[in-house]
Structures are given as structure tokens and as C-alpha cells.
């Protein structure tokens, strides 16, 4: 049996993609008037990103334990390898090393330095290795491959919910006190950091559009958007960067979800690109 791999509900990969790659998600937790929701398991409202008070938590010990138990049963032993988001936003990485101590080594654990697609392709890049056959290091060898090579880039219509979360309070004080600031944000080294900060929304999606022109520099990638409740600005970021890129060998659009949308709140939009990927299986049933 090949290695399974596991991801958490941060990558944000669809039902169709997981099922074709055997790719398990374990449910990150959202949590407001007093009540607890598993992503990707329970019913959450709607409304969560603009909803004040919203508290957010990764898997614990025990969850990714029982995930884990049965990926390697599925595996026939051969292993799993489990791709999480950033240790430094979440402390999911830090609980599924925990978790992997019980398993004699048979369960390695990723730190994607990421968060959202970034981490589903990642996932997926792990996943394609693991159907090609290969063991667990070298589907461990891809995923860290995958994982530090992906750009990550975020435009935000409002700075509360960043604010908030604290995600990005070392470069909060670069944004300023004007409203109108539209910052574009991108992933370096497990962080959300700021990249550039523009008076309008539209010249900041212009710019993420050329910093991931840029960031394909020619190749053949894998464009993935991300958006909070803002699908037509993200499709038409897609068709923008259908006419820049030299090749898409995949494209996938998605909703960045109740937890990483309470984050980054309502309108934000982003731009995942990737390369050592082959073209992704099950998107074509979306």
C-alpha cells in the first residue's frame, strides 16, 4: 500500500482532491458564543470572519492520534507522512509531533511554513510522490521540496481582523493609521509578513498580480487563489494571471473557510503559486 498522506483543514483542499489522493484532513477548531466547531465536520455560520470574538484552535495530541492510527492502518504499514500549517501560527505542528512519538517513527511530520493552499499543495505534492510509489522519506523529501519552494501572497480590504488575530502584530505598526491602506502580504519563513502597502485595493491586486508573475519566473506552475467571500474578484484574478503566466499546468479556486477567514476577514483575496507539481487530479470534477 502507498504512504498516506494527512494535512490539516487549513489547506483548504477540496472533497474531490482528497478523495482521489487519499489525502485525510483533521478539523481545525472555531470557536464563539461558547461553542466549538470542527471545521470541514460541523455546521458553522456563515458570518464567522466579521463575527467579534471568534477564537480559533489547532488539532490536539488526541485527534491527529486517532487520524494518524488509522492513515497507517489504511498504509499497510508503509506510513504516513502528515503536512501541517506553520508551527508558528498554530500549534497543530507541535501537537502532531507529539502525537507521531507513539508511532516507532513510522509517521513523519511536516512543517509546511505556510498556511491555506500552500499547505494543500504541499499536501498534494507528497500525495503525487506517494502514488509514484515512493516510501515514506522520499514522500517526506517531497513535501519539504514542495513546501520550500511555494509563494504565498494575501491582499486584505480591512486591517481589524488581522489586527486582532495578532498574526501579523510585528508589522502592524508598518501599515499606518490610514484607513485606506491596502497591504499585500506574503508567507516568509512560517510568518505572515508585509510586502507592500498601497492606497487602493485595485493597484494592490495589480501588484500581487506581477509579484506572482514574477515568483513563476517563466515556468510551468500551479496557480491556486484563495478569497474570503469575494469569489468574482477571485475569478477574475484568475483570468488576469491566465493571460500573464507562460503555463498553468493546474488552477483551483477556494474559500479560505470560517477559521483563516476570521483571520483575514471578508474581501481578502490571495495568490498561491507553485512549481514540482504534476497537474492535479480531481479538480476537474469540481
Same mark, same amino acid.
Given at each position: ?94 501537537? /502532531? =509531533?507529539?502525537?507521531? *512519538?507513539?508511532?516507532? !517513527?513510522?509517521? #513523519?511530520? $511536516?512543517? @509546511? ?120 474578484? /477571485? =475569478?477574475?484574478?484568475? *483570468?488576469?494571471?491566465? !493571460?500573464?503566466? #507562460?503555463? $498553468?499546468? @493546474? ?36
Amino acid at each position: 500500500m502507498p504512504v498516506v498522506v494527512v494535512t490539516d483543514s487549513s489547506s483548504r483542499l477540496p472533497e474531490s482532491v482528497t478523495e482521489h489522493y487519499g489525502i485525510r484532513q483533521v478539523p481545525l477548531h472555531v470557536s464563539f458564543d461558547d461553542k466549538d466547531y470542527r471545521e470541514g465536520v460541523d455546521h458553522i455560520p456563515d458570518n464567522v470572519s466579521s463575527t467579534p470574538g471568534v477564537t480559533t484552535s489547532g488539532a490536539n495530541p488526541a485527534e491527529l492520534t486517532e487520524y494518524f492510527e488509522s492513515a497507517l492502518e489504511a498504509s499497510g504499514g508503509d506510513g504516513v507522512v502528515a503536512v501541517h500549517l506553520s508551527r508558528k501560527l498554530s500549534g497543530t505542528w507541535s501537537s /502532531a =509531533r507529539l502525537a507521531a *512519538e507513539k508511532f516507532s !517513527g513510522l509517521v #513523519r511530520i $511536516v512543517d @509546511s511554513r505556510s498556511v491555506g493552499l500552500a499547505v494543500g499543495f504541499t499536501a498534494v505534492a507528497a500525495a503525487q510522490a506517494a502514488a509514484g510509489g515512493a516510501d515514506r522519506d522520499r514522500v517526506y523529501e517531497s513535501a519539504i521540496r514542495q513546501a520550500a519552494t511555494v509563494d504565498s501572497l494575501l491582499c486584505v480590504q480591512q486591517l481589524d481582523n488581522l489586527r486582532q488575530s495578532g498574526r501579523i502584530s510585528a508589522a502592524s505598526k508598518l501599515f499606518g493609521s490610514a484607513l485606506s491602506i491596502k497591504p499585500i502580504l506574503h508567507m516568509v519563513d512560517g510568518t505572515l509578513q508585509l510586502k507592500e502597502r498601497h492606497r487602493t485595493f485595485s493597484r494592490a491586486l495589480d501588484k500581487m498580480v506581477d509579484a506572482a508573475v514574477e515568483s513563476a519566473g517563466g515556468r510551468a506552475v500551479t496557480v491556486g487563489i484563495q478569497h474570503c467571500e469575494c469569489e468574482d474578484t /477571485a =475569478r477574475d484574478l484568475l *483570468e488576469t494571471l491566465r !493571460g500573464r503566466l #507562460r503555463m $498553468v499546468t @493546474s488552477e483551483l479556486i477556494v474559500d479560505l473557510g470560517p477559521i483563516l477567514g476570521s483571520h483575514v476577514g471578508p474581501g481578502s483575496v490571495g495568490v498561491v503559486i507553485a512549481s514540482h507539481l504534476d497537474p492535479i487530479e480531481g479538480i476537474e470534477s469540481l
